[in-house]
């Protein structure tokens, strides 16, 4: 019996099995709304078995996007090129999450395969980026430091996004605080440099986390799931760690999370990483504590038995997967074959399910 390919259920919603689609940003969405790309890329894991995917990083604000080509949820524009997404996800038995996210001192950034690289300029329709201090990433413009209002405002977009997240159709949402990105940059102190109530110890760090966490869950009510994406480390000295990232989750869910999405990294470009099949799981296992605390494993998890151990070693809860799916979207189909699962094929399918 395959513990990837059983049913999770959270809140109101069951997941028909665990593997899962990571979020992936696209950068060819036009001012923040989703494009004809978006659709077959996002729908393709749907019929492909996935049990959640989870669409890219989407700026609360426009200011908060990674690049000027990447998705937001300020407009209502935005939130109806969703809703037809959300209901081929739906239509083909699987379920959508949105990564809610503010990309603080690294937006404003070129998309990969730009000619330039670094900080967009105002000229090339670039903004002057925001974060909790003046203190740039390695390459990127300094930001400017966010005074208190520009904090609650930060808060309140979030609480919209959400708002029209639901009205879309999203059955999951999930907070971006990792990756280097605007929450992370809180949480960090090789980012966070204030003397106010959002800096210093780790309660005060974790602040605005938790602040976006409460107007997130007070909009989505008690049937909706509710992530938290973190760097469970900055894999640099000085920074966020895996201790901390335990503690954040524990709050995190005191403050109605139902999982801690753990990934690490991203905050500095000095971080030394070391790479390897499953090089993450470790720190879902440590935010996990036991089972106390629902997780997921992400980073090159690639193959069926292996995303299956992970499961059965009571590391994690869920899988997600990033380029495996690119690699091959009907990921979950094949590993459904080769763990012996009962997976529901799409019938238009059903011919190639044997030989
Ligand atoms: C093209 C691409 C875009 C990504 N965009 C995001 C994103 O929007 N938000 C995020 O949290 N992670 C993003 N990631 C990271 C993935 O979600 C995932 O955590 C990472 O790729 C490791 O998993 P993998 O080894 O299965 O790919 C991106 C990764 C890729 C390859």
Partial sequence: MSILFSPLTIRSVTFRNRLWVSPMCMYS?????????????????????????????TAVVPEGRISPRDVGL??????DAW??????????????????????????TWWPWADAR??????????????????????????????????????EAFRTATRRALDAGFDVLEIHGAHGYLLHQFLSPLSNL???????????????LLRVLDAVRETAGDTVPVFVRISATDHAEGGFTSEEASQ?????????????DVSSGGLVAHQQISVFPGYQVPLAETVRQGGRIPTSAVGL?????????????????AIFAGREWLRDPHFALRAGHELGAEVPWPPQYDRARWR
């Fill in 194 to 208: 204030r003397d106010d109530e959002y800096g210093g110890p780790l309660e005060n760090r974790a602040r605005l």
């Fill in 74 to 79: 300020w407009n209502d524009e935005q939130r």
């Fill in 248 to 260: 954040v989750g524990a709050w995190a869910t005191e403050h109605g999370a139902d999982l801690i």
């Fill in 301 to 317: 998890i690639t193959a069926s038995a292996q995303a299956e151990q992970v499961l059965s070693d009571g590391a994690a809860d």
């Fill in 83 to 108: 809703a037809p997404i959300v209901r081929a996800i739906h239509d083909r038995g699987s379920l959508a999450g949105i990564q809610l996210a503010h990309a603080g001192r690294k937006a404003s």
């Fill in 29 to 57: 969405a036009v001012d923040g709304v989703v494009q004809e790309w978006h659709h077959g890329h996002l729908t393709q894991f749907a019929s492909g078995g996935a049990g959640l995917i989870v669409a890219e990083a």
């Fill in 118 to 155: 670094g900080s967009v300029p105002e000229t090339d329709g670039g903004w002057v980026t925001t974060a909790p201090s003046a203190v740039a990433f390695d390459g990127f413009a300094e930001p400017v430091a966010l005074d208190t209002a520009g904090i609650d405002r930060i808060v």
